[in-house]
């Protein structure tokens, strides 16, 4: 059993940047391939980036490529999202998710763990 908690949600103005974190608290991630999601006020939860066990291979949603990045740190069981340039319409409450297969995957379904969310606000 794997649980994820996330943390680093705030309100920013737009331009910021933030990092979001997600520890394993129980359980370790080692292996899985993780990622984060998010979902606006009024829109079913989007894929935003997710990396593989290794750290290497990494997707990103469109709408964020060259602005954020994940990374993650095996050793501390904890990966991370960067968030630079953000805009307003990043607002969301931002989830990380861990996938037993450990690949770098945008698909929810593929996740087998997901965090509580953490809220981060962009204002212009």
């Known amino acids: 059993q794997v649980q994820l908690v996330e943390s680093g949600g705030a309100l920013v103005q737009a331009g910021d940047s933030l990092r979001l974190s997600c520890a394993a608290t129980e359980g370790t991630i080692e292996l899985y391939g993780v990622g984060w999601f998010r979902q606006a006020p009024g829109k079913e939860r989007e894929f935003v980036a997710a990396?593989?066990?290794?750290?290497?291979?990494?997707t990103y949603a469109d709408s964020v490529k060259g602005r954020f990045t994940i990374s993650r740190d095996n050793a501390k069981n904890t990966f991370y999202l960067q968030m630079n340039s953000l805009k307003p319409e990043d607002t969301a409450v931002y989830y990380c998710?861990?996938?037993?297969?450990?690949?770098?995957?945008?698909?929810?379904?593929?996740?087998?763990?997901w965090g509580q969310g953490t809220q981060v606000t962009v204002s212009s």
């Open positions: 998710a861990a996938a037993r297969y450990g690949t770098s995957q945008s698909g929810q379904n593929r996740y087998d763990y």
């Open positions: 990396v593989a066990w290794t750290g290497v291979r990494t």
